[in-house]
């Protein structure tokens, strides 16, 4: 606390410069992108998945785990799309806040967070029915 007795001024929500509020913006708009093509490669698993099983489960095609490792691969690969590009988001508000500083929580971090959950739940539950 100051020694004057007053709390300090609380950061701002966004920077005062225009240039790093296009960044900041920039940058939520390139997670968004992340998160739709992890979202895509994440319900693209599942849907082959259950497509695959349940063909093998009327016997139209030989009973394998391939249903079972496609599945696996592409929620592993929207799990991974969704960490990379929120790591890449981080880093690029850390450095915005460097030079601007401001909150760097965002209400789409806690996005990325539950879809980066969700990928994880999926591919465990896929990998469960593999064992």
């Known amino acids: 606390m100051p020694t004057n007795g ?5 950061r701002p ?25 992890a979202l895509s490669m994440l319900s693209f698993g599942f849907t082959i998945y259950k497509f695959l099983q349940a063909l093998a ?3 139209q095609i030989a009973r394998t785990d391939s ?7 592409l929620a592993a690969v929207g799990t ?3 960490l990379l590009g929120t ?7 850390r450095e915005v806040a460097t030079a601007h500083p401001f909150r760097s929580w965002r209400p789409i971090l806690l996005l990325a967070f539950v879809m980066s959950l969700a990928g994880m739940a999926l591919f465990v539950a896929i990998a469960k029915r593999l064992v």
């Open 57 to 59: 489960d009327h016997g």
């Open 13 to 37: 929500s966004l920077p005062s410069d225009l240039g790093a509020i296009r960044t900041i913006l920039a940058a939520d708009r390139t997670l968004m992108a992340w998160i739709r093509t």
């Open 67 to 73: 249903p079972q490792h496609v599945g696996m691969f």
């Open 87 to 93: 790591a890449s988001y981080w880093i690029t508000l």
């Open 6 to 10: 007053k709390r300090p001024a609380p």
């Open 80 to 82: 991974g799309a969704m």
